[in-house]
């Protein structure tokens, strides 16, 4: 029983250059791949989104059972708070607009359902591609208005969009309600760091971090998580922080592509 | 043939779930790397000769390129190396008592 090397660097090499063949059909074999196993795709993602609330539900009964009493006494004091905001709401409406913290409400937006994760850690993909008018940069974002990720790849009828915490994604953000503004960037992982972060402001942990968009890419004033406390030397020009991100994906069934705003 | 289907389906149903189920269930760095253990499995388990590995690596390899950026053909040949390279070791230098089990 002998190795043939030759014959099985031949079919090597054989099936090298069909698979980098395959990289001038990128498109129609993604977005063909995506057409035929996409209903799969979907349904065994909501299976795992309604096994793992069930697991949650589980594993957490007694912290549930203690949750539900504090949110009842909550709820008697959020009737109260209320009567109160709603007298506040005007007002509140006019400082949100002086701080640019308005998302946007004329925003169009598309729903799309969540179709999975990818391979590698910090991209996602949504059944609406090209034909339902998706283009690559748009933002996704969820129905409480949480950046998730930009739109990276783009097929007839599914796309592909890069989290925020995917290595090379990058959005400009501030810390809301200061003029503390910044870069949120991807390590990796689910890793958020916001960074280029001036070293003479004060930037408190735990603070709400939104987008503050340099260019036209994204509206401003979408939510991206909340910092901790901020890292680095102090002869450095600027300071960092890590981001929680605000939520994740895997808590959503849809989510809503900016097609314009 | 009939073996050959089975692995293929095997993988790519483990490509569904490195995508679709386990993201709920568990961090991400827990199963990053299950279809890789699932193609050294069955190479390391099948006879010297047999083509399972290369049938996982190809629709294992295929199935996580479409699924993921970058170049397509990228995960099917560094499965199919690592398939040629363990084979290559096992005829050579390894012999396993169980190995024919497959």
Redesign the interface.
């Known amino acids: 029983?002998r190795?043939h090397l030759g014959q099985?660097l031949a079919v090597?090499l054989l099936?090298?250059f069909?698979?980098?063949a395959?990289?001038f059909f990128?498109p129609e074999?993604?977005g063909g791949?995506?057409n035929v196993?996409g209903p799969?795709?979907?349904t065994?993602?909501n299976?795992?989104?309604g096994?793992?609330d069930f697991?949650r539900a589980v594993l957490n009964r007694t912290e549930l059972q203690k949750q539900n009493e504090d949110l009842a006494a909550e709820n008697e004091n959020l009737r109260a708070e209320l009567v109160r905001m709603e007298t506040l709401e005007k007002e509140n409406n006019e400082l949100r607009k002086a701080a640019d913290m308005e998302a946007n409400d004329t925003m169009k937006l598309m729903m799309a359902e969540v179709?999975?994760?990818?391979?590698?850690?910090d991209?996602f993909?949504l059944d609406k591609g090209a034909k339902d008018g998706i283009r690559n940069g748009m933002a996704v974002i969820s129905a409480e208005k949480i950046l998730y990720g930009i739109i990276?790849?783009v097929y007839s009828s599914y796309s592909?969009a890069?989290l925020l915490s995917h290595p090379d994604s990058s959005v400009n953000a501030r810390v809301y309600d200061t003029d503390i503004s910044g870069a949120v960037r991807g390590e990796g992982?689910?890793k958020l760091l916001l960074d280029l972060v001036p070293r003479e402001k004060e930037l408190k942990a735990d603070s709400l971090i939104v987008t503050r968009p340099l260019a036209n890419d994204y509206p401003s004033g979408l939510i991206v998580g909340h910092n901790k406390t901020s890292e680095g030397s102090d002869v450095e020009p600027f300071q960092q922080a890590s981001v929680v991100q605000s939520g994740a994906?895997?808590e959503h069934r849809f989510l809503f592509v900016i097609t314009d705003f | 043939m009939r073996k050959i289907i089975v692995v293929s389906a095997a993988a790519y149903l483990l490509v569904l779930l490195q995508i679709g189920f386990l993201p709920h269930l568990m961090p991400y760095e827990w199963y990053r790397y299950l279809l890789a253990f699932f193609v050294i499995l069955i190479t390391v388990c099948e006879r010297p000769r047999g083509k399972l590995g290369f049938a996982a690596a190809l629709v294992g390899g295929f199935f996580a390129d479409v699924f993921s950026e970058g170049y397509m053909g990228t995960h099917l040949l560094l499965f199919l190396v690592l398939v040629f390279a363990i084979k290559f070791i096992l005829r050579h230098y390894v012999r396993f008592p169980t190995a024919r089990a497959i």
């Open positions: 029983m190795f099985n090597f099936i090298a069909f698979a980098a395959l990289n990128t074999i993604k791949v995506f196993f799969l795709q979907k065994v993602w299976t795992g989104s096994l793992s697991f179709a999975g994760r990818g391979m590698s850690a991209i993909f990276s790849e592909a890069r992982n689910g994906v895997e």
